[in-house]
């Protein structure tokens, strides 16, 4: 199997370790180091992190490692049955199989591999973003969506977008009534809603 | 075919002006409806039903019959401009057609669909009307044996259909296997990880993780641009095909316009495999398959075609035999029984005014969708103008909220967020998004298929031989596999010597 | 002067932004979070009628069918809401977390009740008596039909020394029980293949893909009107007036009778006063020519009968099922 490095302007000595290098996280180099960017087009323009390195390949091989021995364990306890007479576990059995063997073959190749990023110190801003997210769907059911959507637009639209105050809060309030007047007004979907 | 006098008659049932008023009315709430993630026709039809208890059955049929196939013109413009699909069948559309679109050729990627769209769906009209009851018989030849070499030639087209790294794609279509077992297993009643929630009872549905794989995924991932600068709008550079992109979609069309006709015809699962299978085949015909996945318009042509065509001929199994091939065939067949019209073997002889008058009635909604996409696309196309920063909030909230208009559940809303997580780490870590999707969607039918099969043969595999369609399949399967292997020892052993060669030249 | 103008709509901006805050605030006395309004006449707003079936099946449409009628005769809407999920049992669960005000109402089947708890462990029963049930609503019978014409009488089937495969719409549903029951004690030797609801069934008997199968008869009725299924024998209680020459199983000899209900369920503890209204409604639209013509066009028959008689046929049906399936060593789910 040929390393996908073979494809891009040159392999990049990959660091040894991937934290949140900052030295490391130069722009282009990093944008067209980080292989295959399955989008094409705009690769060279975005400011993308670093590569990352073999510890954080090798993470990675092992979590999928453990979703395959763990599947594998569920998938035992629900009963193997036999190749004729197949069980309600055998399918996931095997599935599960496949994926411990391949975390094992990553983990092989963890040193090769360069179509992966390291963390930056912007990925605090996916956390919020989540964050964001998980309030939403905690405070659905109790206070409707409408005030959980209006904070989510404003946390993105202020914090993670650096938009101005008076753009965010008035798109914010934009977006909600839209919702409002599609999904409750038009559409009469049951979502818990305050209005 | 008896005599033309009853299609002829169906066109004046559809000329009249109730009907085509209600035949706009239809695809117009499709479309909107497909561009609107999450909810989809079956939902919209069940909560537009009462509006069909006080019109004529024609009429009510016309319309909801325009509903389902204008959804899959709207399903394409969120795949195209916002990673989004809606549907299964949009899923495969989401690979070229957005990197289309980050190319600033959005236009060029909606244009293509919708020609494509009318052209596979007047082509499938066309055949249901010649070959209606043929192929229904066909269809009821196809078992669980039939369905097992189906979804394997599905796998294998996943397969083929990713880019880069071949570990972890299939890695990522192993985790979409294992999600699909998730639920309570059809044959046992027993719970497959579903740690006691009643909500994971039914398996995971497909929308929050194709939404929470590709969409959140993909603004999370977006997320992490450090310079603002990196979030300028894509450039939109023209709106719609040129002639050089038609004549290069060509054959793409006609051969997904096939593809979807015949694949639509079975119950379950046939616009998903026929999307996957007509772009698979465009891949592997084409002499520069490395295009595909960063824009390549026959990407984009052959699964709008396939599932519009699909879209349609799934009317067949309804309309000659009386069964619903899918969720949406299901509501319209209930929507019949209000109307006091029975589905059945009958119906086309004896109702021939509603069978030609919902018939002829695609062709009209076709060409009514035609044009207004034409108006419609360049409208589209300019949300990408909006600056990402405030299209990203716009299309998480539309992704949490339209989740969980599936199944009117909470509990999916939490389950698009896990997926987005996951969307994102994939990306991050170079697996893609697309195998794990499609796998997950062809998994539970490859499962089920396998287990009636052997239940069926009572544990004997070479069954599947035995049986004329299945085992055809099988071999096709065979071949396809094994003719690029071949072509490859031939090749390397062929090329062993020039390399030799060619080392003693350097 | 583009600053100036910044500033004011700036202003206006955040004094609509404060008003619509209050105004939220204020109506945040509707909306559908808080169930109904303090005290006093029932219905006090819609009553949302649950479905734990996805759209188009014959739950959905039955609960459809009444909605219409049964909300004129409240004066309230009643929203159809689908919450597909394990046959119902979502719903039902979710039915009895409501509060019991008469707000909440779900059709439920007599299967999830009577005949999935055979097959599911015993926390994922749904119990009816755990329900307020405010009528019962109709029957819905199996036939078991077959495509085969070596199989198309009952004596040929029970002849046979072929093992048979037997088409049911699922685990825990009647299709199977009725299947299973019949095969045992006629002694055919048979196996289940089970399949994703009625269509799919449907399908594959017509295809020959099984040997028989157990189909709701509004489901198979058509096919067999065109002769592409032949009906062996209904597994309800009495002859169907769709099917006078099929026979019973238990005019053949055979102690398996299995059917389908409906009825309408509300949370328990909810007050007598609201369950005979609905049930007045409920009623009502139960007259209606529609309704009738919608009963005989799907071949259901009217079983519109008190909720205390519900609760004790499906609790009955239950005993029974358990009794018989004990007895003939049938486990309808695999026990690990």
């Not at chain 1, 094409?40 to 993308?48: C, L, Q, S, T, V």
């Not at chain 2, 079956?42 to 009462?50: C, D, Q, S």
């Not at chain 3, 689908?82 to 299967?111: C, F, H, W, Y």
Request: glycine share 12%; hydrophobic share 45%.
């Amino acid at each position: 199997m040929t390393t996908p490095s073979a494809e891009g302007p040159g392999p990049e000595p990959a660091p040894p370790d991937a934290g949140p290098d900052t030295a490391t996280a130069t722009s282009t180099d990093a944008g067209a180091g980080a292989g295959a960017d399955p989008d094409g087009g705009e690769a060279a323009e975005e400011h993308r992190p670093a590569p990352a390195g073999t510890t954080a390949n090798l993470v990675v091989a092992l979590v999928i490692t453990a979703v395959g021995v763990a599947g594998a364990a569920g998938s035992w306890s629900l009963g193997l049955g036999s190749a004729a007479a197949p069980s309600a576990g055998t399918w996931p059995f095997l599935t599960s199989i496949a994926i411990t063997c391949l975390g094992v073959a990553l983990g092989a190749l963890a040193r090769r591999t360069d179509d992966a990023e390291a963390l930056s110190p912007a990925t605090w801003r996916i956390a919020a973003g989540v964050a964001t997210m998980v309030g939403f769907v905690a405070l659905i059911s109790v206070i409707g969506f409408e005030i959980p959507s209006l904070l989510l637009a404003l946390v993105w639209l202020r914090f993670l977008g650096r938009e101005s105050w008076r753009l965010s809060i008035a798109t914010s309030f934009g977006i909600v009534a839209a919702f409002y007047a599609i999904f409750v007004g038009a559409l009469a979907i049951p979502i818990p809603h305050l209005l | 075919m008896e005599s033309l006098t009853p299609m002829i008659d169906g066109f004046g049932v559809v000329l009249e002006p109730a009907n085509l008023l209600y035949c706009l009315i239809g695809v117009v709430i499709g479309m909107l409806v497909g561009v609107l993630p999450g909810l989809g026709p079956a939902a919209t039809i069940a909560i537009l039903l009462p509006l069909t208890f006080s019109i004529e059955p024609v009429t009510a049929i016309i319309m909801l019959a325009g509903i389902f196939y204008g959804a899959q013109y709207g399903g394409t413009i969120t795949s195209v401009l916002l990673r989004l699909p809606g549907e299964a069948s949009s899923v495969v559309t989401v690979f070229d057609g957005h990197a289309m679109a980050r190319q600033g050729r959005a236009g060029t990627a909606l244009g293509i669909a919708a020609i494509g769209s009318f052209i596979g769906g007047t082509v499938s009209i066309v055949a249901l009307s010649i070959l209606a009851p043929v192929v229904a018989g066909f269809a009821l030849d196809f078992g669980p044996p039939e369905y097992t070499a189906l979804a394997l030639l599905g796998i294998l087209l996943v397969a083929t259909v990713s880019n880069g790294g071949r570990v972890k794609a299939v890695v990522a279509a192993c985790i979409g296997l294992l999600l699909a077992t998730v639920g309570q297993d059809t044959f046992t009643g027993a719970e497959r990880f579903t740690f006691g929630s009643m909500s994971l009872a039914d398996g995971i549905d497909f929308v929050p993780v194709a939404m929470g794989v590709f969409g959140l995924g993909e603004i999370l991932y977006n997320l992490e641009e450090r310079a603002k600068g990196a979030t300028a709008p894509s450039r939109v550079a023209n709106v719609w095909p040129s002639r050089g992109d038609l004549r290069q979609s060509a054959g793409a069309i006609g051969r997904g316009s096939v593809l979807g006709f015949l694949l639509g015809i079975l119950p379950g699962g046939g616009a998903t495999l026929s999307s996957l299978a007509a772009y698979g085949l465009e891949k592997r015909r084409s002499k520069t398959p490395e295009r595909f996945g960063h824009g390549a318009i026959e990407g984009v042509a052959a699964p709008e075609t396939a599932n519009n065509a699909a879209s349609t001929s799934s009317f067949i199994p309804l309309l000659t035999l009386g069964i619903p091939a899918n969720a949406t065939m299901a509501i319209i067949f209930g929507a019949l029984l209000i109307q006091g019209v029975t589905p059945g073997p009958q119906l086309v002889a004896e109702e021939p005014e509603l069978f030609w008058g919902v018939v002829n009635s695609m062709y009209i909604g076709n060409i009514l969708l035609l044009i207004m996409s034409i108006p419609l696309v360049g409208l589209f196309v300019k949300i990408l103008r909006v600056r990402g920063t405030i299209l990203a909030p716009i299309t998480v909230l539309i992704t949490l909220v339209g989740v969980y208009t599936v199944r009117n559940s909470v509990f999916d809303i939490a389950l698009v967020i896990v997926f987005g997580l996951v969307g994102y780490l994939m990306k991050k870590y170079g697996f893609e998004p697309g195998p794990l999707v499609l796998a997950f969607v062809l998994g539970s039918l490859l499962e089920t298929s396998l287990r009636r099969s052997l239940l069926v043969f009572d544990g004997d595999p070479t069954g599947f031989l035995t049986r004329p369609i299945s085992g055809t399949l099988l071999v096709v399967l065979a071949v396809v596999i094994l003719l690029p292997l071949a072509r490859h020892l031939l090749r390397a052993r062929r090329g062993a010597p020039d390399r030799q060669h060619e080392d003693a030249g350097t | 002067m583009a600053q100036v103008m910044g500033k004011t709509s700036a202003r206006r901006g955040a004094v609509s932004a404060v008003a619509a805050a209050l105004t939220l605030t204020a109506a945040a006395c509707g909306g559908n979070l808080s169930g109904g309004g303090a005290g006093g006449e029932f219905p006090s707003g819609p009553v949302t009628l649950a479905v734990g079936q996805e759209p188009g099946g014959s739950t959905d449409l039955i609960g459809r069918a009444l909605a219409e009628s049964a909300a004129d005769d409240l004066g309230v809407a009643m929203p159809v809401v689908n919450t597909p999920g394990a046959n119902g049992a979502l719903a039902a669960t979710e039915l009895a977390r409501q509060k019991p005000d008469g707000q909440n109402l779900m059709v439920i089947n007599a299967s999830l009740t009577a005949i999935t708890p055979l097959a599911v462990p015993a926390d994922e029963a749904v119990d009816i008596a755990d329900f307020e049930v405010v009528t019962g609503i109709s029957q819905d019978d199996y036939v078991l039909v077959t495509a085969s014409s070596d199989l198309d009488t009952l004596k040929k089937l029970t002849d046979t020394d072929k093992e048979l495969k037997f088409g049911t719409t699922g685990v825990g549903t009647g299709s199977q029980l009725s299947q299973e029951l019949l095969f045992k004690e006629a002694g055919i030797p048979g196996t289940a293949v089970p399949f994703d609801g009625g269509s799919p069934t449907l399908t594959a008997v017509l295809g020959s893909q099984v040997d028989v199968a157990a189909i709701q008869l509004g489901e198979a009725i058509e096919q067999v009107k065109a002769g592409k299924l032949t009906p062996l024998l209904t597994f309800a209680d009495k002859r169907s007036e769709f099917l006078p020459d099929t026979p019973t199983a238990v005019e053949e000899g055979y102690d398996v009778e299995v059917s389908q209900y409906r009825a309408i369920a509300a949370p328990k503890g909810t007050p007598d006063s609201a369950v005979k209204r609905l049930r007045t409604a409920f009623e009502s639209a139960f007259a209606t020519d529609a309704y009738q013509k919608f009963n005989k066009d799907n071949l259901l028959k009217a079983h519109e009968v008190e909720g205390d008689k519900v609760v004790e046929e499906w609790t009955a049906s239950l005993k029974d099922y358990r009794a018989t399936t004990e007895k003939y060593d049938i486990d309808l789910g695999e026990e690990k």
